[in-house]
């Protein structure tokens, strides 16, 4: 059984920086494809970054580029997103998730909350 845990989320000012973490068990990240996704109440799961397991090229949407990061720490078998320069249109729940490839996640986590003020 797969599991997913993000961490991290939380209340940050406008123009600040936060760390999501997404602890997973069961399996090796190394072996998925693992992406972040936000969604606001009311509105469509919108995707975030992505980024093999195994490393390699990283996938943003155009609203992350320039201001988050995402990586893997295949020791830990956790990937993070570096979060910075925040606006108030960042404020959503933050998911991870893990599949076979970028089209299809099989794995969820809970979700962990991000809000920011301006």
């Known amino acids: 059984q797969v599991q997913l845990v993000e961490s991290g989320g939380g209340l940050v000012q406008a123009g600040g920086s936060l760390e999501l973490s997404c602890a997973v068990s069961g399996r090796a990240i190394s072996n998925y494809i693992m992406a972040w996704f936000r969604q606001v109440p009311g509105k469509e799961r919108e995707f975030v970054a992505r980024?093999?397991?195994?490393?390699?090229?990283?996938d943003k949407a155009d609203f992350a580029k320039g201001r988050f990061i995402v990586t893997g720490d295949t020791a830990k078998n956790t990937i993070y997103l570096q979060m910075n320069s925040l606006k108030a249109d960042d404020t959503a729940v933050y998911y991870c998730a893990a599949g076979k490839n970028s089209d299809n996640y099989d794995y969820w986590g809970q979700g962990t909350q991000v809000t920011v003020s301006s």
């Open positions: 980024v093999s397991g195994k490393g390699g090229p990283v």
